[in-house]
Nanobody, 126 residues
């Protein structure tokens, strides 16, 4: 089992930045594909960013391209999401997810992921 705990959320003004972290325990996530999703009130989990198991491949939702950066530190068993130029529409609960996969495909469907954290709240004031 993999346990995921997110941190780094908070309240920020539009245009500001936040750095989210996802700390894994239970197993090493060095051979897991990882992703961030956002859940807004009344909506399902929306894909934000993906990183493959090596960190060599990343993919982003169109709405965050050029503003967000996903990265991983396998030695620290963590994944990060650097969010810059935040907009009010970026607000929501950000969850990280893990999938035991070392192939080349990119997964944006939340149903693919086996493990989830509880999430961290991001609020962006206009």
């Amino acid at each position: 089992q993999v346990q995921l705990v997110e941190s780094g959320g908070g309240l920020v003004q539009a245009g500001g930045s936040l750095r989210l972290s996802c700390a894994a325990s239970g197993r090493t996530i060095s051979r897991y594909a990882m992703a961030w999703f956002r859940q807004a009130p009344g909506k399902g989990r929306l894909f934000v960013a993906f990183i493959n198991w090596t960190g060599g491949s990343t993919y982003y939702a169109d709405s965050v391209k050029g503003r967000f950066t996903i990265s991983r530190d396998n030695a620290e068993n963590t994944v990060h999401l650097q969010m810059n130029s935040l907009k009010p529409e970026d607000a929501g609960v950000y969850c990280c997810a893990a999938d035991d996969y070392t192939g080349s495909r990119i997964f944006t469907n939340p149903k693919v992921y086996d493990y989830w954290g509880q999430g961290t709240q991001v609020t962006v004031s206009s």
